[in-house]
């Protein structure tokens, strides 16, 4: 990263704190980069904080804000502060595994049978990692990238749309 790119993030970590959110992904060419506030209580009655997309775009040094890469609206959760804990910031990169079809999610060939993978595995570019069904046709979805598998986003039998995300995935 180039001296530039971090002091943006530092200005993006400072925003993001300022408004109260615990989450957050930046996906631009080859930069990728997720924040994740540690946080101890989220107010589950609190409505959803507004972020203020051109004062992002600016601060991100872009001229109009990208369009969202999921088609569904991300909610931001305010987050209670605690004064007596310093919060901690995540600046892991991870790819993420997007569909790249509408369908329904399987984790495993057939039921009753295990999953091609699980959280803490390491996987190969091209290695199968799911099936997803569209038309009655079951397609094997591979992964793009080599690395461990952090998280699965999605659970067996889900419908997911096209680009949503399926996993997170460590790289480095």
């Avoid at 209580?41 to 001229?63: E, I, K, N, Y």
């Avoid at 007596?84 to 910031?89: D, E, N, T």
């Avoid at 595994?97 to 390491?122: C, H, M, N, Q, W």
């Amino acid at each position: 990263m180039k001296p530039d790119d971090i002091e943006q993030l530092k200005e993006l970590v400072a925003f993001l704190k300022e408004n109260e959110i615990a989450e957050f992904d930046l996906d631009r060419g080859d930069l990728k980069v997720r924040l994740k506030f540690a946080s101890a209580v989220v107010a589950p009655a609190a409505p959803a904080a507004q972020l203020d997309l051109a004062s992002l775009a600016r601060l991100m040094g872009t001229g109009a804000p990208a369009a969202p890469a999921s088609p569904a609206p991300v909610a931001h959760l305010p987050v209670a502060s605690a004064p007596a804990a310093p919060v901690a910031v995540e600046e892991e990169v991870l790819h993420i595994l997007k569909s790249p079809i509408v369908g329904t999610f399987y984790e495993s060939p057939s039921p009753g049978s295990s999953a091609f993978i699980a959280t803490g595995d390491r996987v190969e570019k091209g290695q199968v990692v799911c099936i997803v069904e569209a038309m009655k046709l079951m397609n094997e979805i591979e992964a793009d990238a080599a690395g461990e598998i952090v998280k699965r986003l999605v659970t067996n039998g889900q419908p997911i749309e096209y680009g949503q995300p399926l996993f997170a995935i460590r790289t480095a």
